[in-house]
């Protein structure tokens, strides 16, 4: 596996290195899987950015695969770790909180790039303008706000996620991000859609 880390700084025209699912056994590009590590201190822990400095194994972001690979002992076996593996529910946890973490990180760097707008007007102006590309809003927004942002998803197949609540996008964002926001450049709006519905998802698992 070395090399492993190199691969970010992807060149256009080299083809990027492809990972294998520790679980299924599917190839692919390593934007399509999580990737794990041990840390330091003997934990399993999801390495979402796939940076760092330690040996990874890679499993596709299903929950078949993560339990599949839990049941194989395959991260222990894979990281040549001795130790013991979390449970689904423990990983799954983790699995949210990191994602969560680099989710608020990528609106950060959205919103001081200008791309993310926030607040009601702003973000009605950028969806007349035909610039919203993602609408983000929080699961405790005003009604009426959250009903035109659902027309608009509706009608004009302006993609949304929900982001768990007002107070916790205050704490990560700051007081200048509301609970209502809209991307207006189409790569964060991909990461973010893709993002937060896992980041729903792995709570049900
Ligand atoms: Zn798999």
Redesign the pocket.
Known sequence: MSGENSSSDRTPGVKEPERT?A????KSVKDDFLRFVYSPEGRLICDVRKKLQSRGVY??P?K??IK?ALKKKAFSRFLKIEGAEPSLGELAENIGESLEGYLFGLMKMAFKSGKLKSGASAVFDAADKGNARLFMISGDAGRSVREKIEYLNRERGIDMVLIPDKLLIAEKMGKAVTAVMAVTDGGFAESLKKGWRMREEVKTW
């Open positions: 699912c679980a299924c056994g599917k499993v596709c299903e078949d695969c599949k």
